[in-house]
């Protein structure tokens, strides 16, 4: 007997992960898990812990490009209500981890709240949005935050205070196995303008990424304030390079887009080859935004 056969309910073996990412490309999780209640996924997280089976958390997947030999151990997804709470009390808002960012931040447009319309475009969730201080030029998540509530690897909800937090640009210091839900502090302002201003700024972002029917991920964190990876890429000649079926997006050269037929294993080929070439062209470093798993 498996030791994850007590959670058959809502654990699932041998799980394609590709449909569950932008990229929708890669392998099977060996379990897949949809806990429906936090004790379900207290229950999972100390078996894990027990076993010595290794488990991850997969939000909105806009961010993880799968391998193709898939994810050894459990993938987690928080997507049930327990988890996309939304409450709002004056100028502090409390979220889910699987509530959606976009759908956070129209909420909280709406209810006259500022300061969340700048991340309006960011695809992905409260989860893993935190994770890796989702930003824009102007600003990211982290700056709202007033606290986080998580779940350690004892199975214990603990929640962490500001200033306990970090976090700088594309980072937190956010390591727990799992992010429950956060609160944040915005400002009041007239709802009619906060809205104004995230339908201006999501026109912009639309424009400056690949359309919304294409696969794609956006692959490097910029080197610093004034050097952006887009340019970088540019200016070593890759604009619309390709490996197999993967391609250099030609709206911001900073995203890989995967064309039909493509593999994960294009994808880390192409990012391979991007990585070489501004080196010996730039001399740059280029680092992962994206997460391999
Ligand atoms: C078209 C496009 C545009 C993008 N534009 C931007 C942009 O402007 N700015 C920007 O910063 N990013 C951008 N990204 C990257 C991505 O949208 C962000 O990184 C986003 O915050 C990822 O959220 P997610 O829910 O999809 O996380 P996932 O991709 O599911 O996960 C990302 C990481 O967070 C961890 N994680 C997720 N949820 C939890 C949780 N509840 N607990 C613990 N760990 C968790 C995962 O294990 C993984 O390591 C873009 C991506 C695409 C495809």
Known sequence: MHPLDEFRGFVKADEPLAPLTWFRLGGVADFLARPQT??????LVLCCHKEAIPFRVLSSGSNVLV????????VIQLESPAFSDVRIDGRTVEAGAAVPLNALISQTARAGLA???????????VGGA??????SRQ???????QSVTVLDRHGDTVTRERDDLSFSYRWSN????????????LELEDPEAVVRRMRRIWIVKKENQPYGHQLSGLIFKDP????AARMLIDQSGLKGARVGGAEVSDRDSNYIVAQS??????VMGLIDLIRETVKTQTGHNLELQIQIW
């Open 38 to 43: 936090i004790d379900e996924l207290r229950s």
């Open 67 to 74: 391998g193709d030999k898939g994810v050894r151990g459990v």
């Open 115 to 125: 300061g969340l319309e700048l991340l309006t475009g960011i695809p992905g969730s």
């Open 130 to 135: 935190l994770r890796g201080n989702a930003g």
């Open 139 to 145: 600003t990211a998540l982290g700056q709202f935050v």
């Open 174 to 185: 956010l390591d727990d196995p799992i992010i429950l839900a956060a609160r944040f502090s």
């Open 224 to 227: 610093a304030t004034d050097i």
């Open 261 to 266: 037929g493509a593999s994960a294993a294009d």
